[in-house]
């Protein structure tokens, strides 16, 4: 698939397998402390103003900072805070966001000193994290770091002792992440694998959001790929997280993660921007060391950067380092710990005009994977319907049908004739039977006889033998056709209506097969779409179920009975079955994606239902009925001779041709006037 193309080819080759062994040790003055250090170079962000800079910063950092301080209870790793930690963040009069960038932004605009911002930032919980970690009472271990190939001593309490992103922004503006991040487990906290949260979108200078699209690349943990995906939250972010979590044991664990970002630079009239928090601001683990590293395009430096580091509340570049590896790459590290809440935030300028343009087709794909659920099912949608009016041009002008056979039955045809089944339809099937030499019919004066001949009727349907049933009984032999027996002819009749009912509706389904076995393909095949692209065939079950359920709620609503009590009932049930199927398929797929599944089972049915009518997929039928009409017409000198009467008698009543086939002349075969007669005694 194209993302994989490229991405592999964005892939640098994997770093060495990294092993951590774990051994306790008593020398508690041999863990190492963080070093004091100081930005020597804290170049200014061009073009704006100190006073622009500072609302926009607010703004900035109340829309890219993942979760609010307040409110982290897994952050990036499946834990909660601390409930000392949640108590001080209780305690804070300020509302959240109020002190943002304080002292950071008086160091840029110049207008504290060093010694002032340091007053500035007593936080109740960080201190006494500090104190935790500056003072420790608990065990170390020998590790090795990814950084160093030497063992070092550092905390058995569970933290991230190594943290650091390579960024390298691509020329034409996508920007390739590589997180290398190490943490000590003992199943306090990590019970499984670690998380990651990402912004879903970021906030430009003119107040507007550009939304944010990510590209997974590769995953591995201590040198060995692991399943990891990007997928989209509820609460709008992406959360960087495991296919499947696995319980991790107790030790040191280095991952690896390389993903793309697209859309993440800024692009303005004179420059263009990049911005990121490098650890998320939600880990709820202390970050012991941190850093990162950006590698620009060409041969272009950055017209100003920052390091801003520390909680939402009170960030400061005091914190940060500024190091130039060589004229298009920098580094960017922490100068102490990373405390929970805190973020590792960095800004960076350059000219503009650098960054190309990315291809459409780039821009596309990246929608087409963002929203794929949607294409893939808007697609199958559109598919449906095209091939449905094509189709229906054709069955307009009777070209390319596939002509199924229809064995019809004298009721059967006049329901093709006039679009019903009445009187004449059951009197129809009275005239069959005796053509079959099933029953005689006899007429004396008033009186009209039915005479069983035979009880072999394995020949015919089964609602055909119960119409017989009906009227003979299982003993009797002569039928006497009047009032006192209407009640057996209407049930005889309600079986023969059946009959030729279900005939019909079978008939229009096979007419009707192609093209909802194609519609059907077609939303199958957009569904298989979404799980292969998505990489996910699970959800394919859920996706195929589902439907099914769908077309089942939709035929319950079709169907009508009899009773309309039957009738509520089943568009209750049929209701209740598909808002809670809809529940459950939105789930694994996007609301408006079950909107366009649902939509396409109404499309199909509206379409099948509108090729049934008698315009449609049946006019060839009608026109065939219309036809032998004609012919019975022409051959009616022949048919008024001899037995040919018995055999066309029942096709010429239901065609409405019998006054031109009653005849003057005696034939015993001719009984068009006897079952008028009937019909008329049972009007």
């Known amino acids: 698939m194209k993302k994989f193309f490229i991405a592999l080819c964005l892939v640098f080759a994997a770093n060495t397998n990294i092993a951590a062994k774990i051994m306790e040790i008593s020398d508690q003055a041999a863990i190492p402390q963080p070093q004091s250090q100081t930005q020597t170079d804290t170049p200014k962000i061009q073009n704006m103003s100190a006073e622009d800079l500072q609302k926009f910063l607010e703004e900035r950092v109340k829309s890219t900072v993942i979760e609010d301080s307040k409110n982290v209870t897994t952050g990036s790793i499946n834990s909660v805070r601390s409930p000392e930690a949640q108590k001080a963040l209780q305690e804070q009069n300020k509302p959240e966001f109020q002190k943002i960038y304080e002292a950071a932004l008086a160091k840029i605009a110049q207008r504290k000193s060093p010694q002032d911002i340091r007053q500035t930032q007593s936080i109740p919980q960080i201190e006494d994290q500090q104190k935790i970690w500056e003072k420790p009472n608990f065990a170390v271990i020998e590790a090795i770091l990814p950084d160093s190939p030497e063992k070092v001593l550092i905390p058995a ?37 670690i998380h990651k949260s990402l912004p879903a979108s970021i906030l430009l200078r003119d107040g507007t959001r550009q939304e944010l699209d990510y590209t ?14 990007i997928i989209p939250q509820n609460n709008g972010g992406y959360l960087l997280t495991q296919k499947t979590e696995t319980p991790l044991n107790p030790g040191v664990y280095t991952y690896r993660f390389v993903y793309l970002v697209h859309n993440l630079m800024g692009i303005y009239p004179d420059f263009d921007e990049f911005y990121w928090d490098v650890t998320g601001s939600s880990w709820d683990l202390v970050v012991a060391k941190s850093g990162a590293t950006i590698t620009y395009p060409q041969t272009s430096e950055p017209l100003g950067q920052v390091v801003l580091i520390g909680t939402p509340e009170n960030l400061s570049p005091m ?28 800004i960076s300028s350059l000219p503009h005009g650098v960054l190309a343009e990315p291809p459409f087709g780039d821009w596309l794909f ?4 963002k929203h794929a659920d949607i294409v893939f099912c808007a697609l199958s949608l559109i598919a449906v319907i095209v091939g449905f009016v094509i189709s229906g041009h054709y069955i307009r002008r009777n070209v390319g049908q596939i002509k ?16 019903k089944y009445d009187a004449k339809s059951f009197g129809a099937f009275i ?63 309600r079986f023969i209506e059946k009959d030729i009912r279900q005939s019909f509706n079978s008939f229009r389904f096979k007419l009707n097969l192609g093209y909802i076995l194609f519609s059907l393909a077609m939303l199958f095949a957009g569904e298989t779409g979404i799980a292969l692209f998505i990489q996910n065939l699970s959800i394919l079950r859920v996706l195929i179920s589902g439907t099914f359920v769908f077309i089942i709620g939709a035929l319950l609503f079709y169907i009508q009975f009899v009773s ?32 366009l599944i649902f939509g396409t089972i109404l499309v199909i049915f509206f379409f099948t239902s509108g090729y049934s009518k008698r315009t449609g997929l049946l006019k060839p039928y009608i026109d065939e009925a219309l036809k032998q009409k004609e012919y019975l017409l022409h051959q009616k000198d022949n048919i008024l001779l001899g037995k ?26 001719n009984k068009l006037s006897t079952i008028l007669d009937m019909i008329r005694k049972l009007g």
């Open 564 to 595: 309309n009590l039957y009738n509520i009932v089943a568009k209750a049930v049929a209701t209740a079955f598909i808002l809670l199927t809809g529940i459950v398929v939105s789930s694994v797929i996007s609301p408006l994606a079950v909107l």
């Open 366 to 369: 990246r929608k087409i994977e």
């Open 644 to 669: 040919e009467i018995a055999n066309q008698q029942a096709n010429i009543l239901v065609l409405d041709l019998e006054k031109e086939f009653i005849s003057n002349k005696t034939n015993e075969y």
């Open 319 to 346: 914190w940060g380092n500024i190091i130039k590896l060589n004229p298009t790459s920098f580094g960017y590290r922490a100068t102490r710990p990373l405390f929970v809440g805190e973020g590792f935030h960095i």
């Open 431 to 493: 005239l069959e039977m005796y053509k079959k030499n099933i029953i005689d019919i006899q007429q004396a004066g008033d009186t009209i006889l039915l005479v069983k001949r035979t009880d072999q009727t394995k020949s015919l349907s089964k609602n055909e033998q119960k119409a017989l049933s009906a009227m003979f009984g299982s003993n009797e032999a002569v039928f006497n056709v009047n009032k006192n027996n209407l009640i057996k002819i209407k049930r005889a009749s």
């Open 216 to 229: 997974f690349v590769e995953a591995s943990l201590n040198g060995q790929p692991t399943d990891y995906k």
């Open 157 to 193: 309490k569970e933290h991230i002792p190594y943290l650091l992103t390579k960024i390298d922004i691509l020329p034409d503006g996508v920007v390739k992440f590589e997180e290398t991040i190490t943490v000590v487990a003992n199943g306090e906290k990590l019970k499984t694998g």
């Open 404 to 419: 199924i056979n229809l064995k019809k039955s004298a009721p059967l045809l006049r329901l093709l004739y006039l679009g």
